[in-house]
């Protein structure tokens, strides 16, 4: 395709479709004005009758909790893709051994920096778990809280080294928290079914407004998220560390590994 | 509140446009970084802590650092040194 014909598609289109933008964009209500109906809707619902005080958690894990399994699904099948991806020369014979990149300078790191990351650490993965465990009450969540637990562990990397961070993560143990993350989801949906509730259907005892126990099955589901999330971002990261590495031994001459 | 608002409008344009103008990847990757951080604090201003939370986790820490992970793999050894004798960290 030319330079040309490609300007004239281009024009094209924005005669056909600049004009429904700019409809569109008209339409929107002006900036910080209020669209209450839906969130009224859920602020009179969601306390009442979830016992639950953050509404963005009520909302993603029991009114719209069907969406959310998708998200998880979505989210378990990109971490898939990359490690497949990542993978391809390396196989299935992952090494829980911190492999080096030869030729690779390893700086020393100082010892303030290895001081500020053992005391951050702990700290992080405290307020991670913070957040996972409060999702009901406070801002944040599975998601939120497992991106912080991830990181926490990144932190090790960062003071202690690769190996060091490679010595204290497991792959398989990962490999079982985002798979078994997200089990424990469709688990929490099939769950309601066995004694004749319908899918995701909150049977729990939904506990006190405001306290860490309220919201019932919402709180497993949370974990499942919570694990899923932990594991698929730390697997993320492991996998493309190793990638940037030799792998363990040369590759059979033979041709026997793809 | 509307200060603080075009006060974060203006900061996200300028942060933007500088991870679109500055050229060398790994101040790029900062640069991401920077425009994440701004975005969470516009997602607070806006009282919006939950999507402000994930911001902070995935864009200011998890991509940021994928990208450096990805950088350090591409750049083992500078142009024309020998793949083995290149001490580039």
């Known amino acids: 395709m030319s330079p040309r014909l490609r300007l004239c598609v281009l024009a094209l289109a924005a005669l056909v479709l600049l004009p429904c933008a700019a409809s569109a964009i008209g339409a929107l209500p002006e900036f910080g004005g209020r669209i209450a109906a839906y969130g009224a809707a859920i602020n009179a619902i969601a306390p009442a009758e979830r016992h639950v005080a953050n509404m963005v958690s009520a909302i993603n894990f029991d009114i719209r909790g069907l969406d959310t399994i998708g998200e998880e699904f979505m989210l378990l099948a990109a971490v898939t893709g990359t490690v497949v991806l990542l993978r391809g020369s390396r196989g299935e014979g992952t090494t829980d051994r911190a492999v080096r990149l030869p030729g690779r300078a390893a700086p020393r790191r100082s010892d303030l920096v290895v001081l500020a990351c053992r005391v951050a650490g702990p700290l992080t993965a405290l307020f991670g778990l913070y957040v996972v465990l409060h999702a009901t009450v406070t801002p944040g969540g599975g998601f939120q809280g497992g991106v912080i637990l991830s990181s926490a562990t990144l932190l090790i990397y960062l003071g202690d080294g690769y190996a060091a961070w490679r010595d204290s993560i497991r792959s398989h143990w990962l490999d079982g928290m985002e798979g078994g993350g997200a089990l424990l989801f469709v688990l929490c949906g099939l769950a309601p079914m066995l004694v004749g509730g319908a899918f995701l259907e909150n049977l729990l005892p939904l506990g006190r407004f405001r306290d860490l126990f309220s919201g019932g099955l919402m709180l497993i589901e949370n974990l499942g998220v919570a694990a899923a999330v932990t594991g698929g971002f730390t697997q993320l990261v492991l996998e493309f560390m190793e990638e940037t590495r030799e792998p363990d031994q040369p590759d059979d001459p033979d041709g026997a590994t793809p | ?89």
């Open chain 2, 1 to 89: 509140m509307t200060v603080l608002l075009n006060l974060l409008f203006l900061m996200i344009a300028a942060t933007g446009a500088s991870v679109v103008l500055i050229r060398e990847p790994r101040r790029q990757v900062f640069a991401i970084a920077l425009n994440g951080l701004v975005l969470t604090l516009l997602f607070t201003a806006l009282q919006a802590p939950d999507v402000a939370l994930s911001e902070l986790a995935v864009g200011t820490a998890a991509v940021p650092l994928l990208f450096m992970i990805v950088l350090s793999a591409v750049r083992t050894a500078e142009p024309g040194q020998d793949t083995q004798s290149g001490e580039d960290a």
